[in-house]
């Protein structure tokens, strides 16, 4: 069993605008991080329409095959923009939520760290916003659901933003349960603890600005873990943001490196215990390059530890 890392060239491709943190060179930085670093390394590809219609409408694709520009840069809203790469760039990285969970199921990976930009976590059904344009985490786990006849998934996402397009896109399935630790007040606004889905299938874990790991550590073994243990998942899948880091410029919590490495040694515990040890991340936020490529990083390496043991 091994880990694998599924990335594409095409994430590159999507540009942003001059200062804008969602930039090209995140991904140098998470190259630079995992180089050497003993992965199975496979390219994203393209999303299947299918796919990407199991959690938006066909008129959200649409909208975003006529906004995509063919020369310079649109703006979809004061955050979100697309250059002539973009749409490639998000559909691989759907595509690329998607096969890392047929690697799972088929036995290839033990987990799979998917490192693609933009990230997805702000998208909902029919909105593109905060950075991002389509729900890969909730694409995957929709995927896991209905192709591989799992019965119960669950996504944690620690990103510092809540990941208000992840809950529009799950929390009327009962079959998945999303929990997000996130700094609060933020954007997008969302997140509140009483926001919690049809089935008490949503956990919304807010953080006080200046939350550092020992906190967030307590927020998840009080509030999280034990949820995730209970629901008894068939696969776990993480939003990994890493912009909760005390070097971000986005936010104002206080994690370090060796703090994200804890929570994905904890998720990897519960899917030991609950589910084969499935385990699909997927790249969220972290906007500082430095802190980014750490906790990168550090989020691997366990993965990669759990194959070995």
């Known amino acids: 069993m091994k880990t694998v890392l599924i990335t594409h060239p095409d994430c590159l491709e999507h540009v942003t605008p001059p200062g804008h943190p969602e930039q ?4 140098d930085a998470v ?5 050497g670093m003993d992965l199975h ?3 994203a590809p393209m999303a299947a329409e299918d796919d990407v219609l199991r959690v938006h409408p066909r008129s959200h694709l649409d909208a975003l095959r006529r906004a995509a520009p063919a020369t310079g840069v649109v703006s979809l809203d004061a955050d979100t923009h697309m250059s002539p790469g973009t749409l490639a760039a998000v559909c691989r990285g759907a595509g690329g ?5 047929d690697l799972v199921m088929d036995g290839t990976a033990r987990n799979v ?11 909902e059904k029919t909105t593109a916003m905060g950075f991002c344009f389509f729900g890969n985490v909730a694409i995957a786990a929709k995927h896991a659901l209905d192709h591989h006849g799992l019965s119960r998934v669950a996504i944690v996402d620690f990103d510092v933003h809540h990941g208000n397009g992840t809950q529009d896109l799950v929390e009327d399935d ?3 349960l999303f929990c997000s630790t996130h700094q609060m007040p933020l954007y997008p606004g969302t997140g509140h603890a009483d926001e919690t889905g049809v089935a008490d299938n949503v956990v919304n874990v807010p953080l006080a600005e200046g939350t550092d790991g020992t906190g967030f550590r307590h927020a998840m073994n009080t509030h999280v873990l034990p949820r995730v243990r209970a629901f008894k998942p068939d696969m776990i899948v993480i939003s990994a943001g ?3 880091h005390a070097h971000d410029p986005l936010a104002g919590l206080a994690l370090v490196a060796d703090d994200f490495g804890w929570i994905t040694g904890a998720l990897c515990d519960l899917a030991d215990d609950l589910c084969d040890g499935r385990v699909v991340s997927c790249l969220e936020g972290g906007y500082d390059l430095t802190a980014l490529g750490a906790c990168v990083a550090a989020h691997v390496k366990v993965l990669r530890e759990r194959c070995d043991g």
Do not use: C, E, T, Y
């Open 174 to 176: 009962p079959r998945i």
């Open 41 to 43: 390394r496979i390219l």
């Open 113 to 123: 760290f998917v490192a693609m930009r933009p990230p997805g976590h702000h998208a």
């Open 97 to 101: 939520a998607v096969r890392a969970v």
């Open 31 to 35: 190259a630079h991080a995992l180089d």
């Open 242 to 244: 890493f912009d909760a």
């Open 24 to 27: 090209v060179a995140r991904m």
